[in-house]
Nanobody
Framework: QVQLVESGGGLVQAGGSLRLSCAAS????????MGWFRQDPGKEREFVAA????????YYVDSVKGRFTISRDNAKNTVYLQMNSLKPEDTAVYYC???????????????????WGQGTQVTVSS
């Protein structure tokens, strides 16, 4: 079992920045690929970014490329999502997720993840 706890959400003006953190506990964090997803009420959960367990591979949805950066610190059992140049359309509940993978790959679909956090609200005002 892996427990995930997100933090760092909040209210920010358009153009501002936030850094989300996801702290993991339980089994060996370094053997899990990690991802960030977001969901607006009434909409499906959307993939945002993913990182392999080594940190050597990352992937982003087109709408956040160049603005968001996913990273991880395996010594701290934490994955981060640095969000810059935020836009109102980035408003959502953001979830981190963990996937146990054999190889150091990125996982791009929600179905590929085994564990989820409870989410943290990000609100971007115009």
């Amino acid at each position: 079992q892996v427990q995930l706890v997100e933090s760092g959400g909040g209210l920010v003006q358009a153009g501002g920045s936030l850094r989300l953190s996801c702290a993991a506990s339980g089994r060996t964090f370094s053997s899990y690929a990690m991802g960030w997803f977001r969901q607006d009420p009434g909409k499906e959960r959307e993939f945002v970014a993913a990182i392999s367990w080594s940190g050597g591979r990352t992937y982003y949805v087109d709408s956040v490329k160049g603005r968001f950066t996913i990273s991880r610190d395996n010594a701290k059992n934490t994955v981060y999502l640095q969000m810059n140049s935020l836009k109102p359309e980035d408003t959502a509940v953001y979830y981190c997720a963990a996937a146990e993978t054999v190889h150091s790959i990125v996982v791009l679909t929600a179905e590929g993840y085994d564990y989820w956090g409870q989410g943290t609200q990000v609100t971007v005002s115009s």
